[in-house]
């Protein structure tokens, strides 16, 4: 009986951490204030 | 104490063995994202190609024509069509630039294309357009989705405004990297003229002149499959003018050319996508296996313990059992029967 909670205590951290950091996922950030180029750059 | 010890570890056995599907199955198919505000551009080269002179209409050779794209995500626009649609989505404002040798502009197109950020497949979700036209795109255009498979994918052309296969060829190394290989040919096919051409020139006036555009294309893609990016492209590129009321007429080659990636461009998106190979790989491959081993490990050392803890008990159980044996021992020899010394000590 014990082994089992044991057991589920680390099935619901695991879903716990997962459901977390996939409802967080990462910021949108800003659009770049880079232009559409209209000119050869010279390098990347 | 060692039971205690063999549960902590079963319960993270058990928490290492979940998150390796976990993460594989479900965290990084929502995580792995084109992110909406990504920036970036490429230059292509045609060296030695074949350009239309709008001054006197004739063509001519020039030793290299540039194509630059830049690829613009806009963040205010993504966030409005996930706040319709739900989808996290990547609305990309493109430009193609053409220039000739001495850097004057030969046509730009501009473009809008809206994309799902996890699989790349098209939103329809408005504002898409070509040059100003509205399109509603099929298929992938500019990048693959994460883990690409060997297969044909549809593949949206900006010239024509329509969708082919883009069909599978092969892998091939390109820079210590394994890529998939695609090819897709566009035949000869009619097309609009771009809006934004040198000398004032528009649609409008060329179709005066009795012309119409023409375009054929032999596109090649090297994409490396784990993150879905192309490392290398290359385009064997014709447009034709040709005249609308005199069939005969020989058309003007308005542009032939091999394009490819400038090398440096290229040796820039060979670096950037090996190490965004890396990260993808580290959700798809490193952690779902390195924490299935640990689980492994943490399950038998759990065990192990368990094993232990149980033994324990049953050799005190057996100590005793020999220690009470030998107490009876020894009261039935000092009770009974005696020995030779303990009788020669009472005489």
Same mark, same amino acid.
């Given at each position: 009986?014990?082994?089992? #909670?044991? *057991?589920?205590? $680390?099935?619901?951290?695991?879903?716990? =951490?997962?459901?977390?950091?996939?409802? #967080?996922? *990462?910021?949108? $950030?800003?659009?770049?204030?880079?232009? =559409?180029?209209?000119?050869?750059?010279?390098?990347? | 104490?060692?039971?205690?010890?063999?549960?902590?570890?079963?319960?993270?056995?058990?928490?290492?063995?979940?998150?390796?599907?976990?993460?594989?199955?479900?965290?990084?198919?929502?995580?792995?994202?084109?992110?909406?505000?990504?920036?970036?551009?490429?230059?292509?080269?045609?060296?030695?190609?074949?350009?239309?002179?709008?001054?006197?209409?004739?063509?001519?050779?020039?030793?290299?024509?540039?194509?630059?794209?830049?690829?613009?995500?806009?963040?205010?626009?993504?966030?409005?069509?996930?706040?319709?649609?739900?989808?996290?989505?990547?609305?990309?404002?493109?430009?193609?630039?053409?220039?000739?040798?001495?850097?004057?502009?030969?046509?730009?197109?501009?473009?809008?294309?809206?994309?799902?950020?996890?699989?790349?497949?098209?939103?329809?979700?408005?504002?898409?357009?070509?040059?100003?036209?509205?399109?509603?795109?099929?298929?992938?255009?500019?990048?693959?989705?994460?883990?690409?498979?060997?297969?044909?994918?549809?593949?949206?052309?900006?010239?024509?405004?329509?969708?082919?296969?883009?069909?599978?060829?092969?892998?091939?190394?390109?820079?210590?990297?394994?890529?998939?290989?695609?090819?897709?040919?566009?035949?000869?096919?009619?097309?609009?003229?771009?809006?934004?051409?040198?000398?004032?020139?528009?649609?409008?006036?060329?179709?005066?002149?009795?012309?119409?555009?023409?375009?054929?294309?032999?596109?090649?893609?090297?994409?490396?499959?784990?993150?879905?990016?192309?490392?290398?492209?290359?385009?064997?590129?014709?447009?034709?003018?040709?005249?609308?009321?005199?069939?005969?007429?020989?058309?003007?080659?308005?542009?032939?050319?091999?394009?490819?990636?400038?090398?440096?461009?290229?040796?820039?998106?060979?670096?950037?996508?090996?190490?965004?190979?890396?990260?993808?790989?580290?959700?798809?491959?490193?952690?779902?296996?390195?924490?299935?081993?640990?689980?492994?490990?943490?399950?038998?050392?759990?065990?192990?313990?368990?094993?232990?803890?149980?033994?324990?008990?049953?050799?005190?159980?057996?100590?005793?059992?020999?220690?009470?044996?030998?107490?009876?021992?020894?009261?039935?020899?000092?009770?009974?029967?005696?020995?030779?010394?303990?009788?020669?000590?009472?005489?």
């Amino acid at each position: 009986m014990r082994a089992l #909670i044991a *057991a589920g205590i $680390g099935l619901a951290a695991a879903l716990a =951490l997962v459901f977390a950091i996939t409802a #967080i996922g *990462a910021p949108p $950030g800003e659009t770049s204030k880079k232009p =559409l180029h209209t000119t050869v750059p010279d390098r990347p | 104490m060692r039971r205690r010890a063999s549960l902590i570890l079963l319960a993270l056995a058990v928490f290492f063995a979940a998150l390796s599907p976990l993460i594989r199955w479900y965290a990084f198919p929502r995580l792995a994202k084109i992110p909406p505000s990504q920036y970036q551009d490429m230059v292509l080269e045609a060296k030695n190609a074949t350009l239309l002179d709008y001054a006197t209409m004739k063509s001519k050779k020039v030793p290299k024509v540039s194509i630059v794209q830049t690829l613009k995500g806009n963040v205010a626009a993504a966030k409005k069509v996930k706040d319709r649609t739900g989808r996290d989505v990547v609305v990309w404002d493109t430009l193609s630039h053409v220039a000739d040798h001495k850097g004057k502009m030969v046509s730009q197109i501009p473009e809008r294309y809206v994309f799902d950020a996890h699989s790349q497949e098209p939103v329809h979700a408005g504002g898409e357009h070509v040059d100003g036209d509205p399109v509603r795109r099929q298929g992938i255009e500019y990048k693959w989705p994460f883990l690409t498979e060997k297969r044909d994918y549809e593949y949206f052309d900006f010239q024509t405004r329509t969708s082919a296969p883009i069909h599978y060829k092969g892998t091939r190394t390109v820079h210590g990297l394994e890529t998939y290989y695609f090819e897709q040919t566009i035949p000869w096919t009619k097309v609009k003229v771009p809006k934004k051409l040198p000398l004032g020139a528009t649609p409008e006036t060329v179709e005066q002149l009795g012309l119409e555009r023409w375009y054929t294309t032999k596109r090649m893609f090297w994409v490396e499959p784990t993150t879905g990016a192309p490392v290398d492209g290359q385009e064997i590129h014709k447009e034709e003018m040709r005249w609308t009321d005199k069939p005969g007429k020989k058309p003007l080659t308005a542009f032939a050319g091999h394009v490819k990636m400038r090398p440096d461009y290229q040796e820039a998106t060979v670096e950037m996508v090996a190490s965004q190979r890396q990260l993808v790989l580290t959700m798809t491959t490193y952690l779902p296996w390195g924490f299935l081993v640990l689980g492994g490990l943490l399950l038998a050392g759990s065990l192990a313990l368990e094993a232990r803890a149980a033994a324990a008990p049953r050799k005190g159980r057996g100590e005793l059992r020999d220690q009470l044996h030998q107490s009876r021992s020894l009261q039935a020899s000092s009770g009974g029967s005696p020995s030779p010394d303990h009788g020669r000590a009472k005489s």
